[in-house]
């Protein structure tokens, strides 16, 4: 499904227990986030806390995709997690992708196209914010893309 609602807006910072890991290629990365997410997950139940909104950022240079997976979290520090904090934003595209992760390339795509044709460019790590992602088949999942920009 494609993307809906491509709109302009500043960040909040926003606080994760998160893990990281890099991968090679983009490919590879649909194999990496869920894992990622069920150990964030554990981590935080077992520390007696509870997951807050499921956030993933993806920063992509000459050495692969550095992925930061976590849960938005305000208590103490957590054995075998990070805290992770993303900074505010003063400027980002966002959009609102429905459904399955298997076509979210192409919302990315529509993103990516708008900040273009605004005459904007894309600065730092993107984001995923997953406010609905529930169901095992992703038919229902709501996800707001998150791509900070910079005008010249």
Known sequence: MSAEQITEKPLPYVRLAALTQTVATQPEVAA???PLFDQ????IVA?????????????????????TVGFTYDGPAIDDLVIVELPAVDSAFTA??????????DSWHEVNE??????????GACREVY????????ADWITELQQP????
């Open 149 to 152: 920009i910079v005008r010249s």
């Open 40 to 43: 964030v997950a554990d981590a």
């Open 114 to 123: 708008a900040i273009i044709a605004q005459g904007a460019e894309a600065q």
């Open 96 to 105: 609102t992708h429905l459904g399955s992760m298997a076509t979210i390339d």
């Open 47 to 67: 520390s007696g806390g509870e997951p807050g909104l499921p956030i993933a950022e993806y920063d992509m240079d000459k050495h692969g995709v550095r992925i």
């Open 131 to 138: 406010l609905q992602s529930e169901s095992e088949d992703q």
């Open 32 to 34: 990496v986030v869920g």
